[in-house]
């Protein structure tokens, strides 16, 4: 079977673009952020509409014009209105913990607008991405004092320990919640989950997770999650060799036979005969691949 060329293979298996939304930044966030000194209200989102404005101030209809956003690539899709809702809610929370002024806010716009990888002919996402997470985070973390600093970083960790929680729920959910477990078998089987879901996290830092999806950061619609860093790494010649698909499917094997090893001591027999076969049905990116070639 021929070696799968890399480049071919990454719009198909990972499916991510570079469409960032930087929410553009002046005039949005010297409505956002509360100034030094000033009697103002409560920060509202980027781009919001006042609480009461007067009725020759109301917005009109939406305009038909579909060109891009301001701060936006031209040529790059409009970001979904839920990601600019989420955006919004994003500065609220980093205004809410790390008590941000508005020059703050405008440095760490700017900053995640220097922060977007940009790749180079054969560079690897992977390094683009851990690159530009530590450049970024050192960023932020000079325009930050003490106190925001420890604060920045404690989100940092609530993020990590959040991802690894999710990560052991919705892998509960899709691989043993209807193999009926008791409740014992239940808090063993997520707390198993939850370790491993640690481990799994602790090869991605966490200044790359600043750019990845579920970013704690107001960045967009991003599209570059782990899963695609760890499927790159597997892609990755420098990583695994003369890969082919028939590898790939082997260590994919391997993988779900370990994870059965795992309930070994949780599951009884019947249960874990069922545990094996839900495994074998789930869905494989390399089956994307296969039927591509």
Same mark, same amino acid.
């Given at each position: 079977?021929?070696?799968?060329?890399?480049?071919?293979?990454?719009?198909?298996a990972?499916?991510?673009?570079?469409?960032?939304l930087?929410?553009?930044?002046?005039?949005?966030?010297?409505?956002f952020?509360?100034?030094?000194?000033q009697?103002?209200?409560?920060?509202?989102?980027?781009?919001?509409?006042?609480d009461s404005?007067?009725p020759?101030?109301r917005?009109?209809r939406?305009?038909?014009?579909?060109?891009?956003?301001?701060?936006?690539?031209?040529?790059?899709?409009?970001?979904?209105?839920a990601?600019?809702?989420?955006?919004?809610?994003?500065?609220?929370? /980093?205004?809410e913990?790390?008590?941000? #002024?508005?020059g703050?806010? %405008?440095?760490? $716009?700017?900053?995640? *607008? +220097? &922060?977007?990888?940009?790749?180079?002919?054969g560079?690897s996402?992977?390094?683009?991405?851990?690159?530009?997470?530590?450049?970024?985070?050192?960023?932020?973390?000079?325009?930050l004092?003490?106190?925001?600093?420890?604060?920045?970083?404690?989100?940092?960790?609530?993020?990590?320990?959040n991802?690894?929680?999710?990560s052991?729920?919705?892998?509960?959910s899709?691989?043993?919640g209807?193999?009926?477990l008791s409740?014992?078998?239940?808090?063993?089987?997520?707390?198993?989950?939850?370790?491993?879901?640690?481990?799994?996290?602790?090869?991605?830092?966490?200044?790359?997770?600043?750019?990845?999806?579920?970013s704690?950061?107001?960045?967009?619609?991003?599209?570059?999650?782990?899963?695609?860093?760890?499927?790159?790494r597997? /892609?990755?010649p420098?990583?695994s060799? #003369?890969?082919?698909?028939? %590898?790939?499917? $082997?260590?994919?094997? *391997? +993988? &779900?036979?370990?994870?059965?090893?795992?309930?070994?001591?949780?599951l009884?027999?019947?249960?874990?005969?069922?545990?094996?076969?839900?495994?074998?049905?789930?869905?494989?990116?390399?089956?994307?691949?296969?039927?591509?070639?």
């Open positions: 079977m021929k070696t799968i060329l890399i480049s071919s293979a990454l719009s198909l990972i499916g991510f673009t570079f469409g960032w930087i929410k553009s930044a002046s005039a949005d966030l010297d409505s952020v509360p100034q030094t000194g009697n103002t209200p409560t920060p509202r989102p980027p781009g919001s509409a006042p404005p007067p020759r101030s917005p009109g939406p305009s038909s014009d579909t060109g891009p956003t301001k701060g936006t690539p031209t040529g790059t899709a409009p970001v979904p209105e990601a600019k809702r989420a955006d919004r809610a994003k500065w609220m929370r /980093l205004i913990v790390l008590g941000l #002024d508005g703050q806010a %405008k440095a760490l $716009e700017a900053a995640m *607008a +220097e &922060a977007m990888p940009k790749l180079e002919n560079q996402p992977e390094i683009a991405y851990l690159e530009a997470g530590a450049r970024l985070e050192k960023n932020i973390l000079a325009l004092n003490a106190d925001q600093r420890k604060a920045f970083t404690d989100m940092q960790r609530r993020a990590a320990d991802r690894i929680e999710l052991a729920q919705q892998t509960y899709q691989e043993l209807e193999l009926d409740p014992e078998q239940r808090g063993q089987a997520l707390d198993l989950l939850r370790s491993r879901a640690d481990r799994s996290s602790a090869d991605i830092p966490s200044s790359t997770r600043l750019l990845l999806t579920g704690l950061l107001p960045i967009g619609d991003l599209n570059f999650s782990e899963d695609a860093i760890r499927l790159l597997q /892609l990755s420098q990583h060799g #003369d890969v082919t698909l028939d %590898k790939l499917a $082997e260590k994919r094997r *391997a +993988e &779900a036979e370990e994870k059965a090893k795992l309930f070994e001591g949780v009884t027999p019947a249960q874990l005969e069922l545990y094996r076969s839900r495994l074998s049905q789930t869905p494989d990116i390399l089956d994307q691949l296969r039927s591509g070639e």
